[in-house]
């Protein structure tokens, strides 16, 4: 038998410029649908159908820059899967569908990838209001929809056994692992600027709570629209007793946001605390950014490589995504990847494959016993298939949890200066997935 043989399932092998091109990506991706068998030599003589995986892309609307990044990321580690022989002997397929960052598209695109393309699972998604609203149709439809956000809404048990987060942490683990270095470190009045949707809402609630667990208190909360361009009416808001401004901003306008913060207080500021959403695929090196000096960031995966050995896998990951040592693009330096994030599509990729081996998988008969698969992990280790870090899994609340960085920007670039532990990252659970019925 020779590689690439197929059996019936007609396959479309990619040429190296089609291969590069998807991979590559750094443009912006064209808006639609398309269903993309990845090509590469399998370590093992393929016979079967591919495993059909549904990408629920940000190619347009706010969250385009992420979608663009996450679709770059997954496609790697797809064609690392493939290459090394993929699931049970099976290629991967990536169909992709954008879902606008809306919504209501959302829930059409996971109809889509059940009903028409009739993928055996649905994967991908950042945003909070769209994983939310998406969801339910997955529940509906019963196709398990593998998501990497980072809102609260599956641990909270606001949705449905079909939705699984095993790649990333959720808000309330970053911000409880994280408040206590702040209080400490920064001070215990706190203001705090963010967008007026789920995420921003889990920011409010859930860093609120855990910086009056370090006895701070946030003293205003300014809640933003994500579609603002803006942000200097804003400002004024802020009371002069503040010790610590705290932001997340997301979209298109993160570059003037932290211009226009720059600006308006110059060198008299309080201490600054912000998520590295401000900040993603924005390059530090932009004229007006100087004032971010000296600034604290979260960040899920450090954009610059720190050279510390923390991170042993690194550089192994960004080598196979195309990120050089400072986040940006291998083809386009200023092409600024979202490093703290995208990670989360290629380790739950690997956990989807976990997962499928694990079940024995053949196909959407099969979807129940790839659920309670992925309910049945306790722990990820860290290695190239996690190059983030180990990782604590808890299956009846379907959520994931890792360490947190803490960086300061220093000589123009972010620069861990804390590390919290998994352990300052879990919570009690709120809910069990596991006592629902498919």
Known sequence: ??????????????????????????????AGSQLMPL???????????PIKIGFQAHRTGIGASYGRWYERTTMAAAQLINDAGGINGRPIEIGTEDD?????RGAEVVEKFAIQH??????GTLFSHVVIGSAPRAGELKIPYFVVSEGHHVASGKLNRYVLQPGITDVKSQV????????SNLGKKVTMIFPDFAFGHDHRDYFSAAIAAQGGEVIEKIAIPPTEQSFFKYFPR???ETEVLYHVMVGPGVLTFVKELGEFFGSDRPQIFGFIDSLEAVDLANPGLEALEGTYFWEGFPRYAQNDGANPH???YREKVGVDANGASLSDPKDISTYAHMFGCWETLYIIKQGMEAADYKGPADRAKLIEAVESFTDFPEGPEHPQGA?????????????????????????????????DSLYEPEVDYTKMAF
Request: glycine letters at 8%; hydrophobic letters at 35%; zero cysteines.
């Open 238 to 240: 802020i009371p002069k």
């Open 118 to 123: 009739k993928t055996d699972i649905v994967f």
């Open 314 to 316: 690194d550089a192994f």
């Open 1 to 30: 038998m020779t590689e690439q043989k197929t059996n019936s399932t007609k396959t479309k092998h990619f040429t190296r410029r089609d291969t590069l091109k998807t991979l590559g990506a750094a443009a912006g991706l064209a």
């Open 391 to 423: 990782k604590m899994f808890n299956g009846q609340t379907h959520q994931v949890f890792g360490i947190q960085n803490i960086s300061q920007v220093t000589d123009g670039k972010l620069k861990v200066v804390h590390r919290t532990s998994i352990e």
């Open 100 to 104: 606008g960052t809306d919504p209501k």
């Open 176 to 183: 409880q692992s994280m408040a206590p270095w702040v209080g």
């Open 39 to 49: 090509s590469g030599r399998y370590a093992q003589a393929q016979s079967s159908v």
